[in-house]
C-alpha cells in the first residue's frame, strides 16, 4: 500500500487504498465517498458490566455520515477566499519549487508551467465549488488538499498536487 504524505509537513493525506489518478502531471485525484460512522460507546472499554437485572443508563448511540478520506486520514476543513487561498498558494508553490531544486531540479519548469496552468483552468474557474483541507498537523505552510464533488453531487474527490507528495509504501 502506497501513503501519500505531505512534503512539508509530514502529515498523511491519503493513500492509494482509494481510486486514484494522476491528473495533468500535476495532480493527483483521488475518488471518496460517503461512509458511516458509529458514534456507539462500547461500555466494556470503560469498565461497565451492564447487569441483566437492571436496565442501564445507556448513552444515546448514533452514526454519522462522514467523508472515508477525510475520516481515515484525519484531515481538518479549513476556509479560504479567493484572494486568501492565492497568497496561500504563492507561497506554498515556492516551497515545493525550493524542494524540487533541492532534489529534482529537471521537474522545476514543468511544475511551474503545469500548476500555474491546473490552478488557473481548475481551481480557479470554479472556485467557489471546492472545499479546502489541511492535514493533522494544521501546518500552514503543507499543503491545502482540494475537495469538490463529481457531477453527481454525491462523491467526493480530492486534488492534490503530486509534487507536493511523499509516496510511501506500507
Same mark, same amino acid.
Do not use: C, H
Given at each position: 500500500?502506497?501513503?501519500?504524505?505531505?512534503?512539508?509537513?509530514?502529515?498523511?493525506?491519503?493513500?492509494?487504498?482509494?481510486?486514484?489518478?494522476?491528473? /495533468?502531471? %500535476?495532480?493527483?485525484?483521488?475518488? =471518496?465517498?460517503?461512509?458511516? *460512522?458509529?458514534?456507539?460507546?462500547?461500555?466494556?472499554?470503560?469498565?461497565g458490566n451492564a447487569s441483566a437485572e437492571e436496565a442501564g443508563e445507556g448513552t444515546d448511540d448514533g452514526t454519522e455520515s462522514k467523508i472515508n478520506v477525510v475520516y481515515s486520514h484525519q484531515l481538518v476543513e479549513t476556509q479560504f477566499d479567493k484572494k486568501s487561498y492565492l497568497a496561500y498558494l504563492k507561497g506554498y508553490l515556492k516551497r515545493i519549487e525550493k524542494k524540487l531544486e533541492e532534489n529534482?531540479? /529537471?521537474? %522545476?519548469?514543468?511544475?511551474?508551467? =503545469?500548476?500555474?496552468?491546473? *490552478?488557473?483552468?481548475?481551481?480557479?474557474?470554479?472556485?467557489?465549488?471546492?472545499?479546502?483541507?489541511?492535514?493533522?498537523?494544521?501546518?500552514?505552510?503543507?499543503?491545502?488538499?482540494?475537495?469538490?464533488?463529481?457531477?453527481?453531487g454525491m462523491t467526493p474527490y480530492f486534488v492534490l498536487f503530486k509534487d507536493g507528495l511523499i509516496e510511501e509504501k506500507c
Open positions: 500500500m502506497l501513503i501519500f504524505k505531505d512534503l512539508i509537513s509530514g502529515d498523511e493525506l491519503a493513500s492509494d487504498s482509494y481510486p486514484y489518478k494522476y491528473v /495533468d502531471d %500535476i495532480a493527483i485525484e483521488i475518488e =471518496g465517498k460517503m461512509i458511516t *460512522v458509529s458514534n456507539a460507546i462500547d461500555d466494556r472499554m470503560i469498565g529534482n531540479p /529537471d521537474r %522545476i519548469e514543468a511544475f511551474k508551467t =503545469g500548476a500555474q496552468k491546473f *490552478v488557473k483552468e481548475r481551481v480557479l474557474a470554479n472556485f467557489s465549488n471546492w472545499q479546502f483541507f489541511t492535514g493533522e498537523k494544521m501546518d500552514p505552510d503543507a499543503m491545502v488538499v482540494l475537495m469538490d464533488y463529481r457531477e453527481d
